[in-house]
């Protein structure tokens, strides 16, 4: 029963019953991707093929994608596949000698350098022995912190970097794991939600940070009113372990489980997850009046594919 | 004892050519990256891939190649005694092994290395071919994992009773004693990954039984094929753009 499916890169068909698009046909294993001339060579073959020689093959199950001659399969449901740039959100598994080692979707633990971390005196200097020492005071195992990638190692694994005043430990707030293919890539993964006072980062890697707002300074500022005032140097380095913790008010916590629900039934139901939808449907939930863990109940989710339903076909209806 | 009645039906009336009926579920763990649970009449089995991820035990990671560790276990309530020891028995660590070199075959573990992917298969419930029913879940939650592999593999069992080669065996017919040919195979590839068998049986009437097996290995992979393809078109549905 095996399918011959021509190499347009996406196929829309139109589900009449519920205005849903497909886009996109998924293609099996071993699927012999022959172009209709049968040469091979007018393609340039990539992620999630494989060259046998006589023809080429898909190694993984997922959507065929073609862009002008590159053809490569998209896999749905697999780890996180990472670029320079992404901001990721991850958690400390172990502090090593300079580094810290993340957890992050991925098939290895991502490094980040003590070098590649501020210090909490922000000042910019070369890390001694002591900085070393005193690596405990910036992060612990089980902290979540938020990075960038900077690179890759030679081994595979990722570099990450933490050197603006956004990135860095994520406190008073909830991790929330999701499939990775569910996020996209966009230009602003931070987001600041004004009505709830909760800050949203969306990571590539597919982990996802609600939590309590904090307000970012710019490091230019800091230091110039360091340099101006000493005594403001010591202000600065008790912020980074705050002695007195600050309790979140109830009210925020609850916009943060709520938030964090909604995430779980877009993810739940394999929708892409974004900042509109994701504050559409707190908005249905409260207009609902649905208690926090009711968001989690079959209905709730119908609701939310209903609207989901709505949303696309009147964007395909604005094409 | 009679398996095959003069009509040409089977104990349980299939005809000796005829599969049991096949029935799998993808998604059916959600920890898991990629599970799978697969039914071949009344053997029913779990399995759930994790991976590719980092590598637990520092001392076995290999830095070309990923670690592919595979563990079979059967619950206590899948025979119809039920069992003390289910883990770390000889048989457990047998198939358990069988598995896992049966998908080291097919994965493409050069394009992950230094990362270790886990494959834990469970049988729920045991009435012969578990061994098959296994490997074809834990293709099928590999497939669902995003992990690239050369191939399906699929697999099925055939044997041999009554003068007449029987495909996919239940419990009772294993256990009447005659041979019992279990043969995984890559299906596009018509590469063979996995042949054992129990018992004796004389050369030509083994290539009869085994070519039986692999037409049912194909079967097999029709199915699994159908299945992907429609949880494949589901999710990316459901996705969007």
Redesign the interface.
């Known amino acids: ?3 011959k499916i021509s190499p347009i890169c996406r196929l829309f068909v139109l ?1 009449l019953g519920n205005g ?11 699927y012999t991707l022959l172009s209709p001339d049968s040469n091979i060579w007018d393609y340039t073959w990539g992620h ?1 093929t ?1 060259d046998m020689g006589r023809n080429v ?1 898909a ?5 065929v994608e073609r862009v002008n001659k590159l053809v490569y399969v998209r ?5 996180y596949k990472p670029e320079i740039g992404d901001i990721i959100v991850g958690r400390v598994i172990e502090v090593a000698p300079k580094r810290w080692r993340l ?1 992050i979707n991925f ?3 991502a490094v980040l350098m003590l070098s590649s971390m501020n210090l909490p005196d922000g000042i910019q200097r070369r890390r001694t022995a002591i900085d070393e020492l005193n690596m405990r005071t910036i992060f612990v195992e089980n902290d979540v912190i938020c990075a960038e990638v900077r690179g890759f190692q030679n ?3 990722l570099h990450l970097q933490a050197r603006s005043q956004k990135y860095g430990k994520l406190e008073n707030g909830k991790l929330l794991k999701i499939p990775p ?2 996020v996209k890539r966009r230009k602003q993964h931070f987001h600041h939600l004004d009505q709830y006072g909760v800050d949203l980062i969306f990571g590539c890697n597919g982990f996802i940070w609600v939590g309590e707002h904090v307000d970012v300074k710019d490091a230019t500022v800091e230091d110039q009113v360091n340099k101006s005032d000493p005594q403001n140097t010591d202000s600065a380095i008790l912020q980074g372990s705050s002695e007195e913790p600050t309790s979140t008010s109830l009210e925020i916590r609850q916009y943060i489980c709520r938030i964090a629900n909604a995430i779980t039934v877009f993810a739940a ?4 997850v974004n900042l509109e939808a994701v504050t559409e449907t707190v908005t249905l939930s409260l207009s609902l009046n649905l208690g926090v863990h009711e968001m989690l109940e079959a209905e709730f989710h119908v609701q939310v594919a209903e609207q ?1 339903v709505e949303r ?1 076909s009147k964007s395909t209806r604005r094409k | 004892m009679e398996y095959v009645n003069p009509e040409g039906l089977r104990l349980d009336g299939r005809r000796p050519m005829e599969m049991r009926q096949l029935r799998a579920e993808i998604g059916v763990v959600s920890r898991a ?2 599970s799978a649970s697969f039914e071949m009449g009344n053997t029913k089995v779990i399995a759930a891939v994790y ?4 590598v637990q035990n520092r001392s076995q990671q290999m ?1 070309d190649q ?1 670690l592919v560790r595979c563990e079979y276990s059967m619950a206590n309530f899948s025979t119809g005694d039920r069992r003390r020891k289910t883990k770390g028995d000889r048989r457990s660590t047998e198939i358990s092994l069988v598995i896992r070199q049966t998908m080291e075959a097919c994965i ?1 573990t050069n394009l ?4 270790q992917i886990d494959i834990y298969v469970q049988v729920l419930q045991a009435d012969g071919g578990t061994r098959s029913a296994c490997i074809n879940a834990a293709t099928l939650a590999l ?10 593999v699929t697999s099925c069992s055939a044997g041999y009773l009554n003068s007449t080669p029987l495909l996919d065996l239940n419990y009772l017919e294993d256990s009447a004693g005659g041979a019992d040919v279990t043969v995984g195979i890559l ?3 018509d590469k063979v990954t996995l042949l054992q068998m129990d018992a004796k049986l004389p050369m030509d009437i083994f290539e009869n039984v085994m070519q039986l097996a692999v037409e049912g290995c194909k079967a097999v992979d ?1 199915y699994i ?2 299945i ?2 429609e ?11």
């Open positions: 029963m095996a399918l589900l849903f698009s497909t886009a996109g046909v998924g293609i099996k294993f071993l999630g494989l093959i190694t993984v199950c997922g959507v896999s749905l449901r697999a780890r957890e098939s290895q633990d081994d595979g694994s293919y569910l139901l394999g929708f892409m989901e696309r | 990256d990629g991976g590719p991820r980092e830095n990923a493409l992950m290395p230094r990362s497939a669902d994992a995003g992990i690239p592999m050369r191939d399906l299906p596009k590839l029709s094929r159908e992907l393809l949880n494949t078109k589901t999710l990316e549905i459901h996705r969007g753009v």
